[in-house]
């Protein structure tokens, strides 16, 4: 069963958010600014944040630079997830995943379903790992990126949450590095 250990001493992740959208300023970024407020609630680091407009060479650009930056070590991004034309992030992200986390889209799906019923369908929320750095796609509404939050990343973000968390095998991802294995 889930639980905190509290004899574990609380780490913080530093953590860069990234808003994907054609329409919105830092000024009027309710998601974005939603998860920075979790983030540093939960004594994260908010590492970075940044608007691109819905292109994928911008979005991929983005996190791969975060993604090769010592000082992130998760890129959330926010946006673009849906099924219109300009809903591009989980395909400008997904081809360059070493890893892709199925259970992070199955998790949020069920979570998303107690809230909006089968609208949640209408998401392609996805994760993965990007040069040793996780990466976790959302759409772009502050109330998936909370049901995120709340409901994933907050505790997976938490070396004290057991039975086990991202942070405590972040040391090891990029083991296929020094096996020899090339990344993105």
């Known amino acids: 069963m889930a639980r905190t250990d509290e004899s574990r001493?609380?780490?913080?992740?530093?953590?860069?958010?990234?808003?994907?959208?054609?329409?919105?300023?830092?000024?009027?970024?309710?998601?974005?600014?939603?998860?920075?407020?979790?983030?540093?609630?939960?004594?994260?680091?908010?590492?970075?944040?940044?608007?691109?407009?819905?292109?994928?060479?911008?979005?991929?650009?983005?996190?791969?630079?975060?993604?090769?930056?010592?000082?992130?070590?998760?890129?959330?991004?926010?946006?673009?997830?849906?099924?219109?034309g300009r809903d591009v992030t989980p395909d400008a992200l997904e081809p360059i995943f070493e890893k892709r986390m199925d259970g992070f889209s199955e998790v949020f799906h069920r979570i998303s379903y107690d809230k909006i019923g089968t609208s949640t369908i209408q998401s392609r929320a996805t994760g993965g790992v990007v040069n040793a750095t996780f990466v976790f796609v959302l759409p772009g509404s502050p109330g998936a990126c909370k049901d995120a939050w709340d409901g994933i990343l907050k505790a997976q973000l938490d070396y004290r949450h057991m039975p086990c968390n991202f942070v405590e095998i972040m040391p090891r991802l990029n083991e296929h590095l020094r096996r020899g294995m090339s990344a993105p």
């Not at 958010?17 to 407020?37: F, K, M, P, Y």
């Not at 991929?60 to 926010?78: C, E, H, M, P, Q």
């Open 9 to 84: 001493s609380f780490i913080p992740v530093r953590i860069a958010v990234l808003t994907v959208s054609d329409t919105r300023s830092l000024a009027d970024d309710r998601s974005g600014q939603t998860l920075a407020d979790r983030i540093a609630d939960a004594g994260h680091i908010l590492a970075a944040r940044d608007i691109v407009t819905d292109d994928g060479d911008k979005i991929r650009n983005k996190v791969l630079g975060w993604s090769k930056d010592d000082g992130i070590d998760v890129v959330i991004t926010t946006g673009g997830t849906g099924f219109t």
